[in-house]
């Protein structure tokens, strides 16, 4: 076989979409599911493919793939940051375009892609205004998801107002407002006695949505929180080569008293370029 007669990675991608697809609507039974007519997944995230594929393309289907399995008929939490050396993911003045490469950019996409719904925070929406759409590589956009305890953030926002995709701002039951913020749904939740949203109750909400599969995208302070809820099944950490000194933290957890104590997650590797990807399995 020669190089041209190898799938493309956009056929191979392509191929990776139709098998969530599929799984969105079923478990992987012990005779797995097929994709495209051009892979086959076990429920164990083991794939194979009837003919040999470029390194690109079997790369995707390392990388994605036991996502796909793991989340077939069930919630499934997925976070990813991009983040310095020194573990930043911002200047101490909120800069973040761009931490990681564009190789990091174009994955975090894809996680859009593969995902019902993407959540960030509020921080991350005000400083960013993200548009939490699939454009740099194809898919459909997920369902968009703000969490505001208090509501404070503008409906001006283009989250709010684009109209690219179903939109929700997910707030504390006593938050003033309408119905809508903007073009955007508004959800509302107990708080807790910080004036939080709890992680489980955002999770459940977006489950009886029918939203099982969830990308938590940033930033820094709303992962950390689901991390230390322990609702996330996965934590994608992307490092860069770089060092922004007083910038402003990614992952931040109680601390350990004891080496014994640490979070050990199993973690794969994966080069983006020069960035590195740990991708962190927390939950068997």
């Not at 599929?22 to 086959?40: D, K, N, S």
Request: charged share 20%; with cysteine; net charge neutral.
């Amino acid at each position: 076989m020669t190089l041209h007669d190898r799938p493309t990675p956009a056929r191979v991608w392509q191929a990776i979409l139709a098998l969530q697809s599929v799984a969105r609507r079923t478990t992987i039974g012990a005779a797995g599911i097929t994709g495209g007519e051009l892979l086959h997944l076990a429920s164990d995230g083991c794939w194979s493919c009837p003919r040999e594929l470029c390194a690109e393309g079997a790369a995707l289907c390392d990388l994605y793939l036991p996502l796909v399995a793991a989340a077939a008929g069930r919630s499934y939490v997925v976070a990813h940051l991009g983040q310095s050396l020194d573990g930043c993911v911002a200047t101490c003045t909120g800069a973040s375009r761009w931490v990681t490469g564009e190789l990091d950019m174009q994955h975090n996409h894809r996680l859009r892609a593969l995902a019902d719904a993407v959540l960030v925070g509020a921080g991350t929406a005000a400083a960013d205004d993200p548009q939490l759409t699939v454009r740099h590589c194809d898919g459909r956009n997920p369902v968009r998801v703000v969490l505001d305890p208090r509501r404070r953030l503008a409906p001006s926002l283009g989250v709010f107002r684009d109209g690219a995709a179903e939109t929700l701002l997910l707030c504390g039951r006593d938050a003033p407002g309408d119905p809508q913020h903007g073009q955007a749904e508004v959800v509302r939740l107990p708080l807790t006695a910080h004036g939080r949203l709890r992680p489980m109750d955002v999770l459940d909400a977006l489950a009886a949505r029918g939203l099982t599969f969830v990308f938590v995208e940033g930033g820094g302070v709303t992962v950390s929180r689901f991390l230390e809820a322990g609702v996330l099944d996965r934590l994608q950490v992307t490092v860069a080569p770089l060092f922004l000194g007083a910038g402003r933290r990614g992952v931040t957890l109680p601390a350990a008293r004891s080496m014994d104590d640490a979070l050990r997650p199993q973690a794969r590797c994966f080069a983006f370029g020069r960035d590195v990807l740990f991708d962190c399995a927390l939950h068997a």
